[in-house]
């Protein structure tokens, strides 16, 4: 039956003929990308194609991992490389980017960090491609106050990620201090409120707009939406939540309204869901929810009114039910970590490393200050100071390290660098990954 | 060349289907057909069939969808003139049922309902596990069972 009425119920919903014609005008205006990008892809492609795979990694990086995701942590790269601001911390444990899918387990740490902390869609691998992703929290450490996700991200056409370049990961805001209150039953006695309520003025197209006026950006349910009277918002007459407080209650127009205003929404993502429920249970479902708004920025008041089918005779022997969430905290910053992806030496300079041209390789401040100097002139900033390159190692274990660079003009440069076995050597030294923070750590 | 035209003819309507029935909003719905088409225009990859074409741009406009869908700030609500409305009593049931139910919920049920996928087939899709679509099918007919009282 429910096949039946849905099949038939999609015969309806259908695509526009302008919508057609508008999108396959787009599609044949649309230019080809510019030959330079479509160039730099087929050199990354080549350059792919052309690199051996490379002795295995060091276990540096693995233990972090380990104690992650122990079944994962043989197929990732270690990256460990942190970038703080705004008072937290993003470090990107380690990456993984095999064919279209690249993954990255990022740790966010700091006092706003809570177990409820969801990055939603504000995160991005800086990639050519157009892509498709998810995360999810994978872990919690309450004490560091330290949330950790697995990012993944897929090219949209399929088409393979280059290896052997580098990467950036970046996070730019997330909300945390989620509430989530379900199947609450709400302290109010809907008996009180069987008479007429006052209604508020509202407009929902362009030629009823009045001043202070609420705008009905619209709603849902199986009533007639149009019409439908907004109730005046008053003083709270219950708080479920921080973020949620019911702001009126009563008929208008013969419905019995509940409204409840959901504050500071553009920053909490406060929502809910209403019902009446009887004492045996049995739950009356709102005909409408109908959503208002009035005002903009801090400003901006959102209500939703819920519009139920109950006389005032029967309101005494239901209560009012819901669930109710929000985020009590929106942090914004500009927290971004670039990686090397695996194979830094191609055949032919691990060649010229064999014959000897390239000795620096084996030594690590040799390695680091190579790296440092190219970056400068990539990235066009000046890290070298008048008196040479002000920098320490915070991390050294024989095997990695991690180079803090101070520039002039006070950022500084984090630079990790691991020593990879090499046939009968020491070990050739490579960069792995490296950040900047544009203000010094206290 | 990119037969945009052709795929228009062939899954249009499925991808504004797929779209309408994530989204609940004629608006994102015609967002999300333009996206996908234009996605395809501009980087789809040679098919092996026309179910692997039909299955690739159910699945971008399955991502297209969950994008606008997954930011903290959309709005979630949809204009009065911008749902389609059933006078039917049973439609209208089945609908606000629907529109009880979460996205991702609504994406499985409308692939396995409407386009009559597997399982297997739909976490390809939407890039879910198997065992994650047969557990979100399971709830989200539970759900649907209890909202319309009757068994799927």
Same mark, same amino acid.
């Given at each position: 039956?429910?096949?039946?009425?849905?099949?038939?119920?999609?015969?309806?919903?259908?695509?526009?003929?302008?919508?057609? /014609?508008?999108?396959?005008?787009?599609?044949?205006?649309?230019?080809?990308?510019?030959?330079?990008?479509?160039?730099?892809?087929?050199?990354?492609?080549?350059?792919?194609?052309?690199?051996?795979?490379?002795?295995?990694?060091?276990?540096?990086?693995? *233990?972090?991992?380990?104690?992650?995701?122990?079944?994962?942590?043989?197929?990732?790269?270690?990256?460990?490389?942190?970038?703080?601001?705004?008072?937290?911390?993003?470090?990107?444990?380690?990456?993984?980017?095999?064919?279209?899918?690249? /993954?990255?387990?990022?740790?966010?740490?700091?006092?706003?960090?809570?177990?409820?902390?969801?990055?939603?869609?504000?995160?991005?691998?800086?990639?050519?491609?157009?892509?498709?992703?998810?995360?999810?929290?994978?872990?919690?450490?309450?004490?560091?106050?330290?949330?950790?996700?697995?990012?993944?991200?897929?090219?949209?056409?399929?088409?393979?990620?280059?290896?052997?370049?580098?990467?950036?990961?970046?996070?730019?805001?997330?909300?945390?201090?989620?509430?989530?209150?379900?199947?609450?039953?709400?302290?109010?006695?809907?008996?009180?409120?069987?008479?007429? =309520?006052?209604?508020?003025?509202?407009?929902?197209?362009?030629?009823?707009?009045?001043?202070?006026?609420?705008?009905?950006?619209?709603?849902?349910?199986?009533?007639?939406?149009?019409?439908?009277?907004?109730?005046?918002?008053?003083?709270?007459?219950?708080?479920?939540?921080?973020?949620?407080?019911?702001?009126?209650?009563?008929?208008?127009?013969?419905?019995?309204?509940?409204?409840?205003?959901?504050?500071?929404?553009?920053?909490? +993502?406060?929502?809910?869901?209403?019902?009446?429920?009887?004492?045996?249970?049995?739950? $009356? =479902?709102?005909?409408?929810?109908?959503?208002?708004?009035?005002?903009?920025?801090?400003?901006?008041?959102?209500?939703?009114?819920?519009?139920? +089918?109950?006389?005032?005779?029967?309101?005494?022997?239901?209560?009012?039910?819901?669930?109710?969430?929000?985020?009590?905290?929106?942090?914004?910053?500009?927290?971004?970590?670039?990686?090397?992806?695996?194979?830094?030496?191609?055949?032919?300079?691990?060649?010229?490393?064999?014959?000897?041209?390239?000795?620096?390789?084996?030594?690590?401040?040799?390695?680091?200050?190579?790296?440092?100097?190219?970056?400068?002139?990539?990235?066009?900033?000046?890290?070298?100071?008048?008196?040479?390159?002000?920098?320490?190692?915070?991390?050294?274990?024989?095997?990695?390290? $991690?180079?803090?660079?101070?520039?002039?003009?006070?950022?500084?440069?984090?630079?990790? #660098?691991?020593?990879?076995?090499?046939?009968?050597?020491?070990?050739?030294?490579?960069?792995?990954?490296?950040?900047?923070?544009?203000?010094?750590?206290? | 060349?990119?037969?945009?035209?052709?795929?228009?003819?062939?899954?249009? *309507?499925?991808?504004?289907?797929?779209?309408?029935?994530?989204?609940?909003?004629?608006? +994102?719905?015609?967002?999300?057909?333009?996206?996908?088409? $234009?996605?395809?225009?501009?980087?789809?990859?040679?098919?092996?069939?026309?179910?692997?074409?039909?299955?690739?741009? #159910?699945?971008?406009?399955?991502?297209?969808?969950?994008?606008?869908?997954?930011?903290?700030?959309?709005?979630?609500?949809?204009?009065?003139?911008?749902?389609?409305?059933?006078?039917?009593?049973?439609?209208?049931?089945?609908?606000?049922?629907?529109?009880?139910?979460?996205?991702?919920?609504?994406?499985?049920?409308?692939?396995?309902?409407?386009?009559?996928?597997?399982?297997?087939?739909?976490?390809?899709?939407?890039?879910?596990?198997?065992?994650?679509?047969?557990?979100?099918?399971?709830?989200?007919?539970?759900?649907?069972?209890?909202?319309?009282?009757?068994?799927?």
């Amino acid at each position: 039956m429910f096949s039946e009425t849905y099949q038939k119920m999609n015969e309806s919903v259908t695509p526009s003929p302008e919508l057609i /014609q508008r999108t396959l005008q787009h599609a044949q205006k649309r230019r080809q990308p510019p030959l330079r990008r479509t160039a730099a892809i087929a050199a990354a492609l080549t350059v792919l194609l052309a690199t051996p795979a490379l002795a295995a990694r060091t276990e540096i990086g693995y *233990q972090a991992l380990y104690l992650i995701a122990p079944a994962a942590a043989q197929f990732f790269q270690p990256v460990r490389m942190s970038c703080t601001d705004n008072g937290l911390t993003m470090e990107v444990e380690a990456v993984r980017v095999e064919g279209d899918t690249a /993954q990255a387990y990022i740790t966010l740490s700091g006092d706003a960090v809570d177990k409820t902390c969801d990055l939603y869609d504000s995160y991005d691998f800086h990639l050519p491609f157009d892509q498709e992703g998810h995360c999810e929290q994978v872990a919690y450490d309450d004490a560091s106050h330290s949330a950790t996700f697995l990012c993944t991200v897929k090219t949209m056409s399929g088409q393979a990620i280059p290896t052997g370049g580098k990467m950036t990961f970046s996070v730019r805001e997330f909300l945390s201090g989620k509430t989530v209150l379900k199947d609450a039953v709400v302290d109010l006695d809907l008996a009180d409120y069987d008479a007429e =309520a006052a209604t508020a003025p509202t407009w929902s197209r362009p030629s009823e707009k009045k001043p202070n006026a609420f705008y009905c950006t619209g709603g849902g349910g199986t009533g007639g939406l149009e019409n439908i009277p907004m109730l005046l918002p008053g003083d709270p007459l219950a708080n479920p939540i921080p973020s949620i407080s019911v702001s009126a209650a009563g008929y208008a127009d013969g419905l019995f309204h509940i409204q409840v205003q959901l504050k500071n929404r553009m920053e909490t +993502d406060a929502h809910c869901f209403l019902w009446l429920e009887d004492s045996d249970g049995n739950r $009356l =479902a709102p005909l409408n929810d109908v959503y208002h708004t009035r005002g903009q920025g801090a400003e901006q008041e959102d209500y939703l009114d819920a519009v139920f +089918d109950i006389s005032p005779a029967e309101l005494e022997h239901y209560t009012l039910h819901g669930d109710f969430i929000a985020s009590s905290k929106l942090t914004r910053g500009n927290w971004r970590v670039t990686f090397l992806l695996e194979n830094t030496f191609t055949e032919e300079a691990l060649t010229e490393i064999s014959q000897g041209h390239r000795t620096g390789s084996f030594d690590r401040q040799d390695t680091l200050l190579t790296f440092v100097s190219q970056l400068e002139q990539q990235e066009q900033r000046t890290i070298r100071g008048p008196e040479g390159y002000d920098y320490a190692f915070q991390e050294d274990t024989g095997d990695a390290a $991690l180079a803090v660079f101070t520039c002039p003009d006070g950022a500084q440069l984090q630079v990790r #660098l691991e020593k990879i076995p090499y046939e009968d050597t020491t070990g050739l030294w490579q960069v792995t990954a490296y950040g900047w923070q544009e203000k010094a750590i206290a | 060349m990119t037969d945009t035209t052709g795929a228009v003819d062939r899954c249009g *309507q499925a991808v504004y289907r797929l779209a309408y029935a994530l989204t609940r909003s004629r608006h +994102d719905a015609d967002d999300v057909f333009q996206e996908t088409f $234009l996605r395809y225009h501009r980087s789809a990859p040679a098919f092996a069939s026309a179910e692997h074409e039909r299955a690739w741009l #159910l699945k971008v406009a399955a991502n297209c969808a969950r994008s606008s869908l997954s930011s903290p700030w959309r709005r979630r609500t949809v204009a009065l003139e911008d749902v389609y409305a059933y006078q039917d009593p049973e439609a209208s049931a089945v609908d606000e049922a629907l529109g009880r139910l979460s996205a991702k919920y609504r994406a499985v049920i409308h692939l396995f309902y409407y386009e009559g996928y597997q399982t297997e087939e739909i976490a390809r899709i939407l890039g879910r596990s198997p065992s994650t679509v047969r557990a979100q099918l399971t709830r989200a007919r539970q759900q649907l069972k209890e909202l319309l009282k009757e068994e799927l």
